[in-house]
């Protein structure tokens, strides 16, 4: 059974840093697509950032360009999100997830697709 767990939420001040791990078990992610989501209480999940496996592009959300990061490790077979310059509105449960399975194109629009997700990991900023 395939299971992707993150790890590395927590609670820090505005301003800033905190970096997301998603470790895959009986999954390699090799080149498939891979994406960062997030829920805020009583909102929608959104995407957040996603990688293109075909071609490594990646996609941010307007709210987080320019201060998070998506990466992949394929030799240690984990995926990282890194966020810097958090403020409050990024305040979530963050979600990774793997092997898009959407229309062709869905992987940039940050679309939520894929086959693979995990728990979430809670991620608070307070001001």
């Known amino acids: 059974q395939v299971q992707l767990v993150e790890s590395g939420g927590g609670s820090v001040q505005a301003g800033g840093s905190l970096r997301l791990s998603c470790t895959a078990s009986?999954?390699?992610?090799?080149?498939?697509?891979v994406g960062w989501f997030r829920q805020a209480p009583g909102k929608e999940r959104e995407g957040v950032a996603a990688?293109?496996?075909?071609?490594?592009?990646?996609r941010y959300a307007d709210s987080v360009k320019g201060r998070f990061t998506i990466s992949k490790d394929i030799s240690k077979n984990t995926l990282y999100l890194q966020m810097n310059t958090l403020k409050p509105e990024d305040t979530a449960m963050y979600y990774c997830?793997?092997?898009?399975?959407?229309?062709?194109?869905?992987?940039?629009?940050?679309?939520?697709?894929?086959?693979?997700w995990g728990q979430g990991t809670q991620v608070t900023v307070s001001s």
């Open positions: 990688i293109r496996g075909s071609d490594g592009a990646t």
């Open positions: 997830a793997a092997q898009f399975r959407g229309p062709v194109g869905g992987v940039l629009k940050l679309s939520g697709e894929y086959r693979y």
């Open positions: 009986r999954y390699t992610y090799s080149r498939d697509s």
